[in-house]
């Protein structure tokens, strides 16, 4: 019997284990130094590059669906034991039957700054009608509202909210059994996956997420239509740089967050842009304030730009503009 684990640390040494390697002979396989592997399984690093987790994976000997969920989990995007899940034949906990409530999804490290009218437009949207795709370019933060659109919506749902990480999937030819494997949808011999997870969610109510659907948009529009047409209480929220272009897909286009009024700076600190970057400014740095030295420098950050959160946090963690001079004791 597999013992749990814990974190991505746990799994990593259950897996290795398993497969009967020393760190030394893993961190060889897979290409990487021992030292990486050590401190993996130490949880000193708490994730891995998304390279180092592929090589893993393989050295492992890793087979879809349990390679995607590993990588997966080794970005940190998914709870490591959805992998151990995956290798069993069953959901962590149970079958979606079981539960209502959030699964798969990882407890946010950061609060969620502003977007309050597109979370509530996309939930609005979720009421009217089965799929809701949430698009943009890549940095506008999708992945972040479809779950604080899931968090708000999952009691609506006696089955709850699933999540299932698309981004590491190699092929269109595994998005079915990574979803059935994330939603604890077991094997049928001789039935195709996407029919044997199209039979259990038509006896669910549930939310499925599926994020980042982009690289696999064929494959994801194909099951999501299956879906649909199978399952009467489930509803679908996608994220995907396109639509997917499913016939009673809603679309909503997620725009950058709002910029500061530069005729106006006494009110930048309400713009959704300026108040993530004070947000994630001050979790890097706790002296960090919108001062009158610093709020021009801030709000012009943030509109260069162009108002993407991605690239706001990495600013603001990386000691962008304001952050040295708001930092310094006052004089």
Not at 153 to 179: C, H, I, K, N, T
């Amino acid at each position: 019997m597999e013992e749990a684990t814990s974190g991505f640390a746990g799994l990593l040494r259950q897996l290795r284990a398993g497969a009967g390697l020393t760190q030394q002979e893993l961190a060889k396989a897979a290409g990487v130094s021992p030292r990486s592997v050590s401190d993996l399984e130490r949880g000193i690093n708490r994730t891995a590059r998304q390279d180092t987790a592929v090589r893993l994976a393989s050295a492992l000997g890793l087979a879809e669906p349990a390679r995607s969920l590993f990588v997966a989990a080794a970005l940190g995007r998914i709870p490591a034991a959805q992998v151990l899940a995956a290798r069993r034949g069953q959901a962590p906990g149970g079958s979606p039957a079981s539960a209502g409530g959030m699964h798969g999804f990882v407890p946010a490290l950061t609060s969620f700054v502003g977007r309050a009218g597109p979370v509530r437009e996309v939930a609005g949207l979720l009421d009217r009608g089965r799929l809701v795709t949430v698009t943009g370019p890549g940095g506008t933060g999708k992945t972040r509202l479809a779950a604080e659109v899931a968090r708000q919506v999952a009691g609506r749902y006696a089955d709850g909210a699933w999540l299932v990480e698309l981004a590491p999937v190699a092929g269109s030819a595994q998005v079915a059994a990574v979803v059935a494997a994330a939603l604890g949808v077991r094997d049928q011999p001789g039935v195709p996956a996407a029919e044997a997870v199209a039979r259990v969610l038509a006896r669910q109510q549930l939310l499925l997420v599926l994020d980042n659907c982009e690289h696999v948009i064929g494959a994801a529009a194909e099951l999501c239509a299956g879906l649909l047409a199978a399952c009467d209480d489930v509803r679908v929220l996608a994220t995907s740089r396109e639509p997917l272009r499913v016939a009673g897909e809603a679309g909503y286009r997620l725009a950058p967050l709002a910029l500061p009024d530069p005729d106006d700076l006494a009110e930048a600190a309400r713009a959704e842009a300026v108040a993530l970057f004070t947000d994630r400014a001050r979790s890097a740095d706790a002296r960090f304030a919108l001062t009158g030295e610093t709020t021009p420098m801030v709000a012009g950050l943030v509109a260069r730009l162009d108002g993407m959160p991605l690239a706001i946090e990495l600013a603001a963690a990386g000691g962008g503009a304001g952050r040295g001079a708001a930092a310094r004791p006052d004089r």
